[in-house]
Nanobody, 124 residues
Framework: QVQLVESGGGLVQAGGSLRLSCAAS????????MGWFRQAPGKEREFVAA????????YYADSVKGRFTISRDNAKNTVYLQMNRLKPEDTAVYYC?????????????????WGQGTQVTVSS
């Protein structure tokens, strides 16, 4: 069992930055690929970024490529999402997720554990 707790969300102006963190419980954090997803009101949950267990591979949605960076610190059982040049369309609840598979994946079904989410609001 893995428990995930996100933090770092908030209100920011367009063009600004935020860094989300996701702290995981358990001693096998490095065996899990980690992903960030987001869900805006009235929309389906969508993939944002993923990172492999070792941190050696990353994968991004086209909508955030070049603006967001996913990273992880396995010694701290934490995954991060650095978000730069934020846009109003980035407004959503952001969720981190852990998946017991190799590599990276944009698919919701590959992830076994989910956090409770943190709100990110970007004002224009």
């Amino acid at each position: 069992q893995v428990q995930l707790v996100e933090s770092g969300g908030g209100l920011v102006q367009a063009g600004g930055s935020l860094r989300l963190s996701c702290a995981a419980s358990g001693r096998t954090f490095s065996s899990y690929a980690m992903g960030w997803f987001r869900q805006a009101p009235g929309k389906e949950r969508e993939f944002v970024a993923a990172i492999s267990g070792s941190g050696g591979s990353t994968y991004y949605a086209d909508s955030v490529k070049g603006r967001f960076t996913i990273s992880r610190d396995n010694a701290k059982n934490t995954v991060y999402l650095q978000m730069n040049r934020l846009k109003p369309e980035d407004t959503a609840v952001y969720y981190c997720a852990a998946g017991g598979y190799s590599g990276t994946s944009p698919y919701v079904y590959k992830y076994d554990y989910w956090g409770q989410g943190t709100q990110v609001t970007v004002s224009s």
